[in-house]
């Protein structure tokens, strides 16, 4: 990976998080407007998950021109790996079973992938 594969990767990755930020205040204003129940605000979380790893994909596919779907497979998968850390910083602890770890990597990675093969 050379100091443009880098830059290409940090830039999705910081790009990713921002759409991910301005998800999660809408997701919270609907929480506060309509009363959302706890299975809602999941279902919402994983929708974000998957439209920003998507969104990721989609960029990091057009800048690297080559390997889009790895590209995409790498931006979900970092996406995955910066939020499982953030995570652990925060709470201490990984906080989640290993089915629920893996289906989340799935969705970051694979939708990543599905964003590069489209770009």
């Known amino acids: 990976m050379g100091k443009s594969s880098l ?3 940090i830039r999705t990755i910081f790009t990713t998080y921002i759409l991910t930020a301005v998800f999660l205040l809408i ?3 609907s929480l506060y407007q309509f009363h959302l129940s706890e299975s809602q605000v999941n279902l919402g979380i994983n929708v974000i998950y998957i439209v920003a790893c998507f969104i990721g994909g989609v960029l990091a596919g057009k ?3 080559m390997k889009r779907f ?3 497979f790498f931006s ?3 996406y995955f790996l910066v939020l499982l850390a953030v995570s652990f910083i925060i709470n ?3 906080g989640s079973n290993m089915n629920e770890l893996a289906l989340i990597f799935a969705m970051c990675a694979g939708s990543g992938t ?3 093969m489209i770009s």
């Open 27 to 29: 997701l919270a204003f």
């Open 63 to 65: 800048a690297a021109r």
């Open 92 to 94: 201490k602890s990984i």
């Open 114 to 116: 599905i964003g590069g």
């Open 70 to 72: 790895l590209w995409g």
């Open 76 to 78: 979900g998968a970092v």
């Open 7 to 9: 830059r290409i990767l």
